[in-house]
C-alpha cells in the first residue's frame, strides 16, 4: 500500500521552498526541497527538477512521472489559453509547414507522442489516415477525445507506451513539446525507431541554451525547469538509433518571460 502523503507538512515545505529559492538563498531551498522528496518520494511537485535546475544535485534522466501528470491534470483547463494565445506556442503548424514544404505525406498511421489536448492532431488530422494519441494526463487525453481527432487515445507515459506496444508500425510519430520533459534521450528515439516502417519519419522539437551554458553536457534543466539538450547529443543519438537527419530547423518555442525560448525542429527518417 503507498504510503499516505502529509499534504500539510508537504504544502509547508513546498512553500517554504519556492520562498527560499525566489530569494536566492540556494542552499537552504535545497534543503528545503530534499524535505519535499522525503514526505512525497513520487514528487508530484518536481522538486528533483527544481533542485537541478538551481544546479544542484545530479539531473534526472527525465521529470517524474508524478509531477508530469499532475501539472497538465491541474492546467489541462487553460492549457491552449496560455501555452497558444500566452506563450506563443505555434510548434505543431510548425511541422505541418515543414512537411508540406518538403513535400513529405499523406501518412497512413500517426503515433503523437505527449498529444495533450490535441495541438498537433489538429495541425496534421488532414494528413493522416489514422491517428494515435498517448499522454500522460488523463485530463488532457479528455481534452483531446472531445474534439474527436484521434482513431485513439491512450493515458500512458510515452516511453512506456513505446516499449510496450504490440500494434502496426507508423509511418509518422510526432512528439512536440515532450523532449522538455525528458533529460536522457536513448529510451525515447528508441522506442521511436522500434514502432516506426521502415522510411518512416521522426519529427520533435526541442529546446536548447548556449553551448557555454551546457558546458559540455548532453543535457541539463533549465531555470523553468524545462530540459534543454546539445543539438550534438541529438544528432548523435538520433544516428546511434538507426536514423538520419532529414532536417533540423532553428526555432523559438514559446515565449518565456517575455523572451524567445531557441530550440530545434528535427524531422529524421528510420533507416534502420
Same mark, same amino acid.
Given at each position: 500500500m503507498a504510503k499516505k502523503i502529509d499534504e500539510e507538512a508537504l504544502g509547508e515545505a513546498y512553500n517554504r521552498a519556492l520562498a527560499l529559492e525566489k530569494a536566492g538563498d540556494i542552499d537552504a531551498a535545497v534543503a528545503a526541497y530534499e524535505e519535499v522528496l522525503a514526505i512525497d518520494p513520487d514528487d508530484h511537485g518536481g522538486a528533483a527538477v527544481r533542485i537541478a535546475a538551481m544546479g544542484r544535485?545530479?539531473?534526472? &534522466?527525465? %521529470?517524474?512521472? %508524478?509531477?508530469?501528470?499532475?501539472? @497538465?491534470?491541474?492546467? &489541462?483547463?487553460?492549457?491552449?489559453?496560455? +501555452?497558444?494565445?500566452?506563450?506563443?506556442?505555434h510548434v505543431?503548424?510548425?511541422?505541418?509547414?515543414?512537411?508540406? &514544404?518538403? #513535400?513529405?505525406?499523406? @501518412? #497512413?498511421?500517426?503515433?503523437?507522442?505527449g498529444c495533450g489536448t490535441g495541438l498537433t492532431g489538429? %495541425?496534421?488530422?488532414? +494528413?493522416? %489516415?489514422?491517428?494515435?494519441?498517448?499522454? +500522460?494526463?488523463e485530463k488532457m487525453v479528455e481534452i483531446a477525445h472531445e474534439k474527436d481527432l484521434y482513431e485513439t487515445l491512450f493515458v500512458a507515459e510515452v516511453e512506456d507506451f513505446l516499449d510496450d506496444n504490440d500494434e502496426d508500425a507508423f509511418d509518422i510519430i510526432t512528439a512536440t513539446d515532450v523532449l522538455p520533459y525528458l533529460g536522457a534521450l536513448e529510451p525515447l528515439f528508441f522506442g521511436a525507431a522500434e514502432n516506426l516502417t521502415p522510411d518512416g519519419l521522426f519529427i520533435f522539437s526541442s529546446e536548447t541554451v548556449p553551448h557555454a551554458t551546457l558546458a559540455g553536457r548532453a543535457y541539463m534543466v533549465g531555470p523553468h525547469q524545462r530540459f534543454a539538450h546539445a543539438d550534438a547529443y541529438v544528432k548523435e543519438r +538520433?544516428? &546511434?538509433?538507426?536514423?538520419?537527419?532529414?532536417?533540423?530547423?532553428?526555432?523559438?518555442?514559446?515565449?518565456?518571460d517575455g523572451q524567445p525560448t531557441p530550440g530545434h525542429l528535427v524531422i529524421a527518417r528510420y533507416i534502420g
Open positions: 544535485g545530479e539531473t534526472p &534522466a527525465r %521529470a517524474p512521472d %508524478a509531477y508530469v501528470e499532475t501539472l @497538465f491534470d491541474q492546467h &489541462a483547463e487553460v492549457f491552449e489559453d496560455v +501555452l497558444v494565445e500566452q506563450l506563443g506556442y505543431p503548424m510548425l511541422v505541418r509547414q515543414r512537411l508540406q &514544404a518538403l #513535400k513529405l505525406g499523406p @501518412f #497512413k498511421r500517426l503515433l503523437d507522442l489538429g %495541425a496534421l488530422r488532414d +494528413l493522416c %489516415a489514422d491517428m494515435t494519441g498517448i499522454d +500522460l494526463s +538520433l544516428a &546511434a538509433t538507426g536514423f538520419e537527419l532529414v532536417e533540423i530547423s532553428d526555432i523559438n518555442v514559446r515565449m518565456e
